[in-house]
């Protein structure tokens, strides 16, 4: 693991030395115009945070104008479709999650827009840990003891999902069959609703987003049990994420990325790319974002689609073995 960890840190390193020596040179063969970052969603979420954190830093430190824009609507693919039909010339991005495209080609859905063939990945920014939380009623203070509890009492477990087939719910259901127990999913219009029914005990547990759930976990209402990602959140250090727990594999965070248009150049991919992960690489924007949650997960536009692939046929076959039912 170490010397995982040290090719990654030297990979990094030499990226960010490439993108510090070729900037100028390449700041000079750009138009100058402004670089259009479409977030798919309405302003507020986690991808118009990490979106505009990272356009205020490109724009103030780096010298190239990028300007948030706002597309939200059918589930974020009117943002996704509007950039996959711009024309490459690297002025209409994407920042967006790997989860819902990996999600969507997974349960075969057919849009006006192919993400694995109509997108080209720029490169891999942050992660953003699920939580597995439960209402600090239950007898439960660990993952253990969750798997014991569900297997003593079949039928007496549900957990909100805030979304049918999004992350969360297949987290859960990822989670119920490596476990080997069965739990009843209820879906929610989001994660306020189903925070409050939590805390409630209208549903036991939950695998959703892990920020608003942390000040309900410090204030006792609800018990953090595992946290989804490989390693542990820096909002709940305390809190082992379900890979050291056992459930070897287990490492699905909301991952955010930067797409362009297919067609992109090789070149015009290493310069945005340079662009982004020379941002989120930056000391004061790790901070800004940790806060929020959201931690750099910086990666090459290589890696980006390697996780995309891999997420894409992990959760088929999660859709599959539990008969998920997922809507165009």
Do not use: C
């Not at 992109?264 to 790790?286: H, I, M, R, W, Y």
């Not at 931690?295 to 046929?313: F, N, T, V």
């Amino acid at each position: 693991m170490q010397t995982a960890f040290f090719r990654a840190v030297s990979w990094l390193a030499a990226t960010l030395m490439l993108v510090t020596a070729s900037l100028p040179t390449q700041a000079q063969n750009t138009t100058g115009a402004p670089i259009k970052l479409v977030v798919a969603f309405a302003p507020g979420g986690s991808t118009d945070l990490v979106a505009r954190t990272l356009a205020e830093k490109i724009s103030r430190s780096l010298g190239r104008t990028v300007i948030v824009e706002n597309r939200p609507g059918g589930s974020g693919n009117i943002g996704k479709a509007y950039v996959a039909q711009a024309a490459p010339d690297g002025l209409t991005l994407l920042l967006d999650g790997t989860g819902p495209m990996a999600i969507s080609a997974a349960a075969g859905l057919k849009f006006s827009y192919d993400p694995f063939k109509d997108l080209a990945p720029v490169a891999l920014l942050t992660r953003l840990p699920n939580l597995v939380a439960v209402n600090a009623s239950l007898p439960i203070r660990s993952i253990a003891e969750l798997t014991e509890y569900a297997k003593a009492n079949p039928g007496k477990l549900a957990y909100g999902m805030s979304a049918i087939g999004n992350l969360s719910h297949l987290n859960a259901e990822m989670f119920a069959q490596m476990a080997g127990i069965s739990l009843t999913g209820v879906p929610y219009k989001g994660s306020a609703p189903l925070i409050t029914d939590l805390i409630g005990g209208t549903v036991q547990l939950s695998f959703d987003n892990l920020p608003p759930f942390v000040p309900h976990v410090k204030s006792g209402k609800l018990r953090a049990l595992a946290v989804t990602s490989a390693s542990r959140s820096v909002l709940l250090p305390e809190v082992p994420s379900l890979a050291e727990l056992g459930y070897a594999g287990f490492d699905n965070a909301a991952l955010f990325g930067v797409w362009g248009p297919a067609g992109l150049s090789a070149e015009q991919v290493q310069t945005l790319g340079a662009l982004f992960l020379k941002a989120v690489s930056d000391p004061e924007v790790g901070d800004k974002l940790r806060q929020s949650g959201v931690e750099p997960a910086p990666g090459s536009a290589a890696q980006l689609r390697e996780r995309m692939i891999k997420e894409r046929d992990q959760f088929a076959k999660v859709i599959r073995s539990a008969g998920i039912k997922l809507e165009q």
